[in-house]
């Protein structure tokens, strides 16, 4: 049963468990599954709003997950790992900081690259960033993803079918990632310049 199946099958339940299972970190296409749903949209099979509620609720459900099983699994695990390579916990507790300092950014912007959303969640909870904290990113930037890709798919309509026909996966992706890293490098610089000045 394809991705399309799922959804048409279990509407927009299917889109929840889809996002939240790709997020926590199965091998599923989630800018696909959102485009799709997108599509779906255009072709009126699906509702746009509803659709997106969706898709939020399946993102924050996914990456809230993540963030648990970092908190519960993650920091025994890490000093595990610690203790194996012969670093200390002030060690660890420097790789806290680092995630205290730049970890929202890579919460919020971490969804528009791929892979990098699977493991910001769990870093989050490793390193006891307050849930506060991770669910004001996390969700902000779960949220703006979903609406970016779903309406993607809906402005691109019938184009989609010739749009995947031209561009292969990894090209889309390297494609997602580059215009990503742009975006989160001139954020960088406009906060940097921003305190210089």
Known sequence: MGIGDVIQHY???GIVILLALGIVGLPLPDETILTAVGYMVY???LPYLPSVLAGMVGAILGITLSY???AWLGKPLLQRVMHIVH???RSISRT???MERYGSYLLFFGYFIPGVRHVTAILAGMTRMSFGRFALFAYTGACVWVICFITLGHLAGPRIEQLRTHLSSPLLYTLTACVALAFVTGAFFIRFKSRVC
Request: charged share 40%; no cysteine.
């Open 68 to 70: 648990a099983a970092g």
């Open 43 to 45: 072709r009126r099979e």
């Open 96 to 98: 806290s900081d680092q």
């Open 11 to 13: 509407g927009l339940i």
């Open 87 to 89: 670093k200390s916990e």
